[in-house]
Every structure is written in structure tokens, then in C-alpha cells.
């Protein structure tokens, strides 16, 4: 079965540090990526995604992801964390041809001024 | 206005009674998802449907159930509410299987 591990569940940084999420995930087939993040009340939102094409994918707000097919990884990046970047970021994949979206268990990020 | 909308937003309840969550859209799509968000736990597909006649279980349909009113309607049944289903429950809708789920704002249910 197709599962995705984020094995960041809590970081904290200070502003201006860099920032690296981890995301790998188990399918060997055609995927398609995708980055939510949901701020402290409110809905999940989508940051970025990949479906094809230039593996580097660049987000809303600074953040990019680059997926890595050989490593099953998708990793996000902020080179320049922000206060308002506190919150709770999913990875999540859908494989083609099983309609489903599997989501990682989430990491929370702390950013302290 | 917000794309996808859920009612009621925070919900209370006692053990055995039933609860009914909606979700509306007017998104126009096609394929709807019920999900559950536990800490810790990420996201678990509940329901999804892919159209009016189209219903399938998710990961954890158990205890739960769905009706698909129209395309922009799909409602969650908890028939006998039970402790373990506090949690906060998450609709979503998506053009296409592949393609982005955008969610709504999400009801918090306790059950005491």
C-alpha cells in the first residue's frame, strides 16, 4: 500500500534560518506531489505541487520543493523562515490510477522571532 | 464567498446520538472527500465520491456514512456517535483524482 512519511513531526526555528521538511513516499509508479500547509485555525491550503516537468517546484510564500524520483523524495525548502511560516505542513501524493490522495502525518513548524 | 463551506463548525454531542456534518460547493466539481484530522495522525479518507451515483469507502469508513445529495452536496452521517470520533472533520473537492483537493474550513466535533 502506498504510504508517505514525514519524519519531521516538530521543528523550531528562529526567523531568517533555513528550512528543509522531509517527505518520501512508497509507490513506484507515476505520482503527482503536493505540499499543504494549514495555519494555527484555520483549513489546509495548498504551497505548491508537481506533476511533471522541472522537478524543482517553487510555492507560494518563498517555499519550493524538489522532487527527487530515484529517492522517492519530495522535500520542502525555505532558504529564509518568517514568523507568519508558523504552522502545520502535509505532504501528500496521489498515485495515478488509484483516486486517492495519501497524506504524511504532518510536521509542525515554530517559528520564534 | 468561500468555495467549500461545512456546517455546523464546532459541534458537541453525546454518545449514541447522531450527527450530520454537510458540505456545500460551488466549485463545480465533480469529486468530493470526507476526512478526519486526528494529532499526529495527518488526514485519513473517510468517503469520497465522484459523482451523484458514485459512492466509495476510504481507509476508516467505519461508524461513519455518506449521501451525495447533489454535485455540490455531500453530507457525513455519524449514526451512533461514539468518543473516539471527536476529532476535526474536513471536506475537500478536486476537479480531477489527480489534480489539487481544495478544503473547506472544517467542523470540530466532540463527543462526550
Known amino acids: 500500500a502506498q504510504s508517505v512519511s514525514q519524519h519531521n513531526h516538530h521543528v523550531i526555528l528562529s526567523e531568517a534560518a533555513s528550512l528543509e521538511l522531509g517527505c518520501n513516499y512508497s509507490y513506484g509508479g507515476t505520482v503527482n506531489l503536493f505540499w499543504y500547509v494549514q495555519y494555527p485555525g484555520q483549513h489546509l491550503q495548498l504551497l505548491l505541487k508537481?506533476?511533471?516537468?522541472?522537478?524543482l517546484v517553487k510555492g507560494i510564500k518563498g517555499f519550493e520543493a524538489e522532487f527527487i524520483k530515484s529517492k522517492f523524495s519530495f522535500n520542502l525548502r525555505k532558504p529564509s523562515v518568517q514568523w507568519s511560516d508558523t504552522a502545520e505542513y502535509f505532504c501528500?501524493?496521489?498515485?495515478?490510477?488509484?483516486?486517492?490522495?495519501?497524506f504524511g502525518t504532518g510536521t509542525r513548524l515554530q517559528v520564534f522571532p | 464567498d468561500a468555495d467549500v463551506t461545512q456546517t455546523p463548525r464546532n459541534r458537541i454531542t453525546k454518545t449514541g446520538k447522531r450527527i450530520m456534518l454537510e458540505c456545500s460547493q460551488t466549485?463545480?466539481?465533480?469529486?468530493m472527500y470526507w476526512y478526519r484530522q486526528d494529532p499526529g495522525l495527518g488526514l485519513q479518507l473517510i468517503y469520497y465520491s465522484f459523482d451523484v451515483k458514485d459512492i466509495n469507502k476510504g481507509e476508516i469508513s467505519d461508524g461513519y456514512s455518506v449521501s451525495r445529495q447533489a454535485q455540490a452536496k455531500f453530507s457525513l452521517s455519524l449514526e451512533s456517535a461514539i468518543p473516539n470520533q471527536t476529532a476535526l472533520y474536513f471536506c475537500?473537492?478536486?476537479?480531477?483524482?489527480?489534480?489539487?483537493?481544495?478544503f473547506g474550513p472544517g467542523t470540530r466535533l466532540t463527543v462526550l
Open positions: 508537481y506533476f511533471s516537468g522541472d522537478p
Open positions: 466549485k463545480g466539481h465533480d469529486r
Open positions: 475537500a473537492t478536486s476537479a480531477i483524482a489527480e489534480d489539487t483537493q481544495y
Open positions: 501528500a501524493v496521489n498515485a495515478y490510477n488509484t483516486d486517492k490522495l495519501i
